[in-house]
């Protein structure tokens, strides 16, 4: 499998969390069948965002919650498989 490059510079990873929030807007407003991909992609916003909270408490209000809720299984989840990777 591929493993995504995360990026680096403070400009490459302040376009990457917009891109990948926009993305999980557009995926959410598409139905329940699009809430794990959707989940996936703020999921990986958090991941480049220096504060990952602030995001999540922003956010709380905005996500629906079955993708909001998607959220910590899907971390965990990819975690641990990163982690056996290792």
């Known amino acids: ?10 400009e490459e990873k302040e376009k990457y969390f917009m891109a990948q929030v926009a993305m999980d807007e557009w995926l959410s407003a598409k ?6 991909p959707a ?4 999921y990986r916003a958090l991941r ?3 504060s990952p909270v602030e ?21 965990f989840i990819l975690h641990r498989v990163l982690m056996s990777l290792t």
């Open 39 to 42: 989940a996936l992609c703020f």
């Open 48 to 50: 480049v965002y220096p």
């Open 1 to 10: 499998s591929k493993q995504e490059e995360v990026p680096t510079t403070h």
């Open 55 to 75: 995001p999540i408490v922003i956010y709380e209000w905005t996500i629906p919650p079955p993708v909001r809720f998607s959220i910590i299984p899907v971390g």
């Open 31 to 36: 139905g329940p069948k699009f809430n794990l």
